[in-house]
């Protein structure tokens, strides 16, 4: 090994000493907001509709849109991979889309769309010194993302970065959650958790209201046997509220998915980690701010 090498080896290795779960989650917590302005903005709804998707809520274009880096799979393929949607739900989006639009049509639309609404939202601040390094970074710790078992993120990564910087930013914050999230269910297959039942397990914890919940889809039959195979389970009580069992469980998924979050964090390092989480802070605020993003999640983000 190389004097160079060894030195970069060390470096990482310092790295990864240093980042931890609980700097993973925060930078979470920062990026995830600026990836889901695409299915809030309504610069992406002008531009959905202009591909002839419906626009009277955000689910025609959000299953095109999001699973447009797939290429044209079967919607089978798509439920796999979105896991806690229902199949009915996904069936029917995905395939009402697939009428309408090409994914290649739906990428380009989706990224003109983030262009757009990206610069309402940070104005005079879109080509700043600020967001051009937050996009340096974000897209540093992209790079280093191992996709291997990760579909979404594989999908996303395997595109053409954009050239504007705060479209590199948007492209990494969604490569970089889509890895979380892909983590995130293989986490819920170890805990033997099944679609339905991460949904209201996690609603047991007061993650997101049981009608937040309800959005992915699942009939009230289908919510209701959930809920008794986890209660047999001694892992929800009668009411649906989770036991001692059932935090401990939820714990245990969300301490798994910050630990598999971690690897593009640890290539990048603790210092350029924590730089880039001062530098998003204002972009943040300013989705946070527009009032976009619906007040309660079914990521949790707040919660656990």
């Keep these: 090994m190389s004097e160079n090498a060894e030195k970069s080896e060390a470096a990482v290795g310092e790295g990864e000493r240093q980042v931890g779960p609980a700097q993973a989650r925060r930078l979470w917590h ?102 051009v390094a937050a996009a340096a970074l974000a897209r540093r710790a992209a790079e280093a993302a191992q996709t291997a078992g990760r579909p979404l993120a594989a999908a996303n990564a395997a595109l053409e970065w954009p050239s504007a910087p705060h479209l590199q930013l948007w492209h990494a914050a969604t490569i970089l959650r889509e890895h979380r999230g892909d983590g995130h269910l293989a986490a819920l297959l170890t805990a033997g958790l099944d679609p339905t039942e991460a949904l209201v397990s996690f609603a047991a914890i007061g993650a997101a209201s049981v009608e937040r919940f309800e959005s992915r889809g699942w009939t009230p039959g289908e919510w209701a046997a959930a809920r008794d195979r986890l209660a047999a389970r001694g892992l929800v009580e009668a009411d649906g509220t989770a036991t001692g069992a059932g935090r401990e469980l939820r714990r245990r998924v969300e301490q798994d998915t910050d630990r598999l ?44």
């Design 261 to 304: 979050a971690l690897g593009p964090w640890q290539a990048l390092g603790a210092e350029a980690a924590e730089r880039l989480a001062g530098l998003l802070g204002d972009y943040w605020v300013a989705v946070i701010g527009s009032g976009l993003l619906p007040s309660e999640s079914t990521l949790g983000i707040g919660k656990v």
């Design 30 to 131: 920062l990026l995830e907001p600026l990836h889901a302005v695409l299915y809030y903005a309504p610069e992406v709804f002008e531009e959905a509709g202009a591909l002839g998707l419906s626009t009277e809520d955000r689910w025609p274009s959000y299953f095109p849109f999001r699973a447009a880096p797939l290429g044209p799979v079967d919607a089978r393929v798509v439920t796999s991979a979105f896991y806690s949607f229902a199949p009915s739900m996904v069936t029917r989006y995905v395939e009402a889309g697939r009428k309408t639009v090409t994914p290649e049509a739906a990428l380009e639309a989706r990224l003109r769309g983030m262009d757009r609404a990206y610069r309402t939202l940070f104005g005079d601040r879109i080509d700043s010194p600020g967001l």
